[in-house]
């Protein structure tokens, strides 16, 4: 949490939305509801930048398959501020698998399957706290 009750959480537009040319809407949907980027890239993970991403599902059954998804083209991270952002951007991106995911929702209109499924955030405030230094340090997060 920063300042004002305002908190950050990570967000990624994943490779099958990048591929798909979704970045613009993504964005567009994401300030619309609120969230000032305070930084963000396009990059393309390595298979052990995505294995350490989601260190957390390591013993999951999609866990490999996920990771080479990951890597399989550009994607951008980017880290979102708002107040309460954490559980707000949860409620935009909608229900992990989108065909239980909301009308509205971004993986509702976005997303293909539950693993190609457009976009993620950070599931709490201990994972925010793992997942932006992940792949921004505080040089290249701005105030705003
Ligand atoms: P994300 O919010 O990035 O967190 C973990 C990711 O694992 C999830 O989005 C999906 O991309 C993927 N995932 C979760 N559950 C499954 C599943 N049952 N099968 C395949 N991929 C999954």
């Known amino acids: ?17 990048v591929a798909k040319g979704f970045v613009g809407q993504i964005i567009t949907r994401l300030e619309q509801a609120g969230f000032k980027i305070l930084a963000g890239k ?12 989601y260190i957390v599902h390591r013993h999951r059954p999609f866990y490999g398959s996920l990771c080479a998804f ?3 083209g550009p994607s951008m991270p980017m880290v979102l501020e708002a107040e309460n952002a954490i559980q ?3 409620d935009l991106m909608g229900a992990t698998d989108p065909a239980a995911a909301a009308p509205g929702t971004l993986r509702k209109e976005f997303a293909s399957s539950i693993e190609a499924n457009a976009v993620h955030g950070s599931d709490s405030p201990e994972a925010a706290a793992f997942e932006i230094p992940y792949f921004f340090s505080d040089l290249e997060i701005c105030r705003r």
Do not use: H, N, S, V
Request: glycine share 6%.
């Open 1 to 17: 949490m920063t300042a004002a009750g305002l908190e950050r959480t990570l967000t990624i537009i994943k490779p099958d939305a």
């Open 42 to 53: 396009l990059i393309q993970m390595t298979r052990e930048e995505a294995e350490g991403f």
């Open 88 to 90: 707000r951007l949860r």
């Open 70 to 72: 990951m890597t399989q």
